[in-house]
């Protein structure tokens, strides 16, 4: 089995790493300062589930210098998908999967309009992880977990396969036969978690005890449940209370990628989140006050980080 990591944030460096670790050949796609620092000595994961590294690590800044992979792991920022779809011929052969572990409920989509809709494999990652430093990588917790499906739908062997690596590689993987309801699942938790963490710009534990925050979060995760109908994907009636039982679950401490990037300067997916909800909302008819107010809070930092402001 031969897998490219396309993005060694927290997401790709810390399943990526995993994997490797395992035993896996894995070639990781990066850039900048984390492309040096992996070259130079390799990957370092602090980790609430136990500290690891590897001394050296296969890594590349150019997917054709990879060859062609039984997968590729999609981590890089939703902005990016895009572009790194078009990037990915070098890497193909004809049963490569192409497997999404992104935020947001349309990476899939651009995924497959480059490849075709039958190398798509969708998926949500379920874990906080950010670099701590070039080369390092932080995971603060989560589930630590992935769930993949095939984006037509059903199951695969190919799917399985990962599966089973993944969990030899000591994290959770679980196929879905309807990722796409997964996705939206997903979508409604993490648009809550990233606009409250954001805005508010506390940890989740704080967010989750305070009555109006609570109420807050309870909204955005409705708004998109609403949307989802909408547009046709079937989700539970009982999906806000699942999500704030699953929320009242997590590490206290815990924040999201996107409080990440809003207070470290990077750009964001803030449009990718909760600007995709109020897009989605408004074609469909949907009210989302709770989302554009908080869309609007967090717009002039993804501004000023776009733009370098200081």
């Known amino acids: 089995?031969?897998?490219a990591i396309y993005g060694a944030g927290g997401v790709g460096g810390?399943?990526?790493?995993r994997l490797a670790h395992s035993g896996v050949d894995v070639t990781f796609v990066a850039r900048g300062a984390h492309l040096q620092a992996l070259r130079e000595h390799g990957l370092r994961v602090s980790s609430v589930h136990g500290d690891f590294a590897l001394p050296s690590v296969q890594v590349v800044d150019d997917p054709g210098l990879v060859g062609p992979v039984d997968y590729v792991l999609v981590t890089v920022k939703s902005a990016q998908t895009a572009e790194v779809a078009g990037?990915?011929?070098?890497?193909l052969h004809e049963r490569t999967a192409v497997v999404s572990l992104q935020n947001g409920v349309d990476n899939e989509e651009k995924l497959a309009a480059a490849v075709?809709?039958?190398?798509v494999v969708g998926g949500a990652a379920y874990i906080f992880a950010t670099i701590a430093e070039p080369g390092h990588i932080h995971h603060a917790g989560g589930p630590t977990a992935i769930t993949i499906g095939e984006w037509t739908g059903g199951t695969s062997d190919r799917v399985g396969r990962l599966v089973e690596a993944c969990d030899s590689a000591g994290f959770r993987a679980n196929e879905d036969a309807n990722i796409r309801a997964t996705l939206w699942t997903k979508f409604a938790f993490i648009c809550a978690l990233a606009g409250t963490t954001a805005a508010i710009r506390l940890p989740i534990g704080e967010i989750r005890t305070a009555p109006a925050s609570r109420e807050l979060f309870r909204r955005v995760v409705g708004e998109v449940q609403d949307i989802a109908r909408a547009e046709g994907i079937?989700?539970?009636d009982d999906l806000v209370d699942r999500q704030l039982t699953f929320t009242d679950s997590l590490e206290p401490g815990g924040y999201s990628s996107l409080h990440h990037d809003v207070t470290n300067g990077?750009?964001?997916?803030?449009?990718?989140?909760l600007g995709e909800v109020v897009r989605r909302g408004a074609r469909a008819g949907v009210p989302t006050p709770a989302s554009a107010a908080l869309y609007a809070v967090l717009e002039p930092w993804q501004i000023r980080n776009t733009s370098g402001v200081a």
């Open 234 to 236: 079937g989700l539970p």
């Open 14 to 17: 810390y399943f990526g790493g």
């Open 87 to 91: 990037r990915l011929g070098p890497v």
């Open 116 to 119: 075709g809709d039958a190398r």
């Open 1 to 3: 089995m031969r897998i």
């Open 266 to 273: 990077n750009p964001t997916e803030l449009d990718a989140l």
